[in-house]
């Protein structure tokens, strides 16, 4: 079983005056207000300064150096590749480097991406499309990416998900039967087709925290925001991810489904093995939000709120996904790309 330390390690908790500090003395800044932001297993504060606003990010201490530089070196690359993507920029240190070290941990000064969190606005197709093409975007920026340094192996990677069948004790027994059929449609359908899928860096964990959308057009994507979870996997993969949030009640339960994976294969087009693997990756991650997140949830009581977030769409997408035809599905998506 791949298993990343830092899902399991207690995040950073410096004190607002120990982050103030850690900005002075770092980038020279002198913060004007800030306040602390939420996250899973790092610490990340809000800091405005008379230059602007941004996001000082306290990396988890059993994350390694190397991971944080090769998100940094993502964003970089990004940036370059197509400027327009709206991802954060990050801030050189006094001394001209990416990030800095306190107390074991690594520290990294980002630019604030202004915009609504997506969860706390109105769904809408034309926002699901326009979400999809900057994901897509997102992809096509990544993919000319290339580091010898590789992203630690992560759970959430949907790649690895039959690894977590080990970890079903966690899971509520409600639950079990449908995410042993999850894994069990993972390792037929889609397993066997890893090797031959496009692979590259991806973000992976594109969803309604992660994003934020102009505050006076809530359809259009403003920002991108968390590389935390950056690995090296397939591209459908990436999509399986983004796609698992869009399985909502409605006349038909991959309606929403397909407008998002439509709007991706407009700018980013998938190949016939994406689309065969993508309804297995779809309930694959579905099934590791499920498994992970009750973990957690159990090790970290103080923050099970935030862990345990994302959990009843998933339940409800689950149980909508599992009972359709395999077939049907993929036959569905492919035929809303055409």
Known sequence: MIEAAVLSAEAPAFTLEEARELVRRHWALEPLAIAPLASERDQNFRVDAAAGRFVLKIANRAEPPGVTRLQSAALRHVAVSDPAVPVPRIMPTRTGVDQAFAAGSAIRLLTWMDGVPWHLTPASRAQRRSVAAG????????????????????????????????????????????????????????????????????????????????????????????????????????LGVAAAYHVLPGAHPLQTVSEYVAAFHAVRPLGDDEFEA???????????????????ALTHAHNAAYILRNQPTTRAGLAQLLPLGYDDVVDFLRSACQ
Request: proline share 7%; net charge negative.
């Open 135 to 238: 994901h897509a975007r997102l992809v096509l920026a990544l993919a000319g990416f290339v580091s010898d340094q590789l992203a630690a192996p992560l759970q959430w990677d949907v790649q690895h998900a039959a690894t977590l069948r080990g970890q079903l004790g966690a899971v509520p027994p409600e639950l079990q039967a449908q995410v042993v059929a999850a894994l069990d449609c993972f390792e037929m359908r889609a397993a066997p087709l890893l090797a031959r899928l496009p692979r590259q860096f991806v973000h992976n964990d594109i969803q309604p925290h992660n994003v934020v959308v102009d505050e006076h057009d809530t359809d259009r994507m403003s920002g991108i925001l968390d590389f935390g979870d950056l690995v090296h996997s397939p591209v459908a993969c990436d």
């Open 278 to 296: 993508l309804p297995a990756l779809i309930v694959a991650r579905q099934a590791t939000t499920i498994v992970i997140t009750s973990r957690r």
